[in-house]
């Protein structure tokens, strides 16, 4: 019984040894060392290239900022499409060199994949669009990164413009990614000076005269302290909104940015003379009744 046993496990290993006989080990591993070397010596270059790149575009884009003859935020705006275009491109050809290098036919694959070519074929569609409109916004200087913008019904600043999609930041913190085949129509608010109307509301019996002599010696004091009030302010009289509203409008018109400050800062100290001078002024009702 103990020699049959024996002879039980002497035929297995015969068996693995003839299975295994089978293969050509040396063949094998010759071929797994190539592809080893050959997916590393990728990688390697791989990094380099990136490193490369990194260092050139960083280069590049520095001598634009000090140059000083393109906007920061455009050139900003440059840096990052041309930094994403480039990794987008070293990550497609890195992976497709790996794919190759291990034998798979990647063009053969994608040809002959039915759905999954259509759906790559309309993706690809839809990142070229991307590519072209987002090109298109660069070179018409449609916004740059730090412009105040509408797009649709979105409105906030852009903080980046990358290959695909466009980033704007709301006023409430929101962070918005919108693709750049969807921009068709763009409001940028941060091209030009900003007009500002201040309106004072006053009652048909108010100095009308008195009023506005304050509104002009409050002006005088306060423009010297406000550079970025680039024209103005311009007393437009009296104006009738409705509805028997009357109200006294100043125009005048700053640098983008400063309108909330300049217009909150004047009517302010309009409303501090005119209390001094002892002239009311309509003031809003709260309605407190349940209905």
């Known amino acids: 019984m103990f020699l049959a046993a024996n002879s039980g496990t002497s035929d297995t290993l015969d068996t693995w040894e003839a299975f295994l006989a089978k293969f050509r080990w040396q063949n094998i591993l010759a071929v797994l060392a190539q592809?080893?070397?050959?997916?590393?010596?990728?990688?390697?270059?791989f990094i380099i290239l990136?490193?490369?790149?990194?260092?050139?575009?960083?280069?590049l884009f520095r001598r634009y900022r000090q140059k000083g003859k393109y906007a920061v935020a455009r050139v900003a705006t440059m840096d990052t499409?041309?930094?994403?275009?480039?990794?987008?491109?070293?990550?497609?050809?890195?992976?497709?060199?790996?794919?190759?290098?291990?034998?798979?036919?990647?063009?053969?694959?994608?040809?002959?994949?039915?759905v999954i070519s259509l759906?790559?074929?309309?993706?690809?569609?839809?990142?070229?669009?991307?590519?072209?409109?987002?090109?298109?916004?660069?070179?018409?200087?449609?916004?740059?990164?730090?412009?105040?913008?509408?797009?649709?019904?979105?409105?906030?600043?852009?903080?980046?413009?990358?290959?695909?999609?466009?980033?704007?930041?709301?006023?409430?913190?929101?962070?918005?990614?919108?693709?750049?085949?969807n921009i068709s129509i763009v409001a940028n608010k941060s091209r030009?000076?900003?007009r500002v109307l201040i309106s004072v509301h006053v009652f048909p019996a108010t100095p009308i005269d008195q009023v506005q002599d304050i509104i002009a010696a409050v002006n005088k004091k306060l423009v010297p302290n406000y550079p970025d009030i680039t024209?103005?302010?311009?007393?437009?009289?009296?104006?009738?909104?409705?509805?028997?509203?009357?109200a006294l409008q100043v125009q005048m018109k700053v640098k983008n940015g400063a309108q909330v400050t300049v217009q909150n800062a004047f009517l302010s100290a309009y409303l501090q003379a005119i209390h001094e001078a002892g002239i009311d002024l309509p003031t809003s009702t709260l309605n407190l009744t349940k209905s």
């Open 119 to 181: 759906a790559l074929g309309l993706g690809a569609q839809g990142f070229v669009s991307d590519v072209v409109t987002g090109f298109f916004i660069l070179l018409e200087r449609q916004f740059d990164v730090g412009d105040v913008v509408q797009i649709g019904e979105i409105t906030g600043t852009v903080t980046a413009i990358g290959i695909r999609t466009t980033q704007v930041t709301s006023f409430d913190g929101t962070l918005n990614f919108i693709p750049n085949r």
């Open 81 to 114: 499409l041309v930094t994403n275009g480039t990794n987008y491109a070293l990550w497609f050809l890195y992976f497709y060199a790996i794919l190759s290098a291990l034998g798979v036919p990647v063009g053969t694959l994608i040809a002959g994949a039915g």
């Open 231 to 246: 024209d103005g302010p311009h007393d437009l009289g009296i104006t009738d909104l409705g509805k028997g509203d009357l």
């Open 50 to 59: 990136r490193k490369v790149a990194r260092v050139a575009l960083h280069h």
């Open 35 to 45: 592809k080893t070397l050959t997916i590393l010596f990728y990688t390697i270059l």
């Open 192 to 194: 030009g000076d900003m």
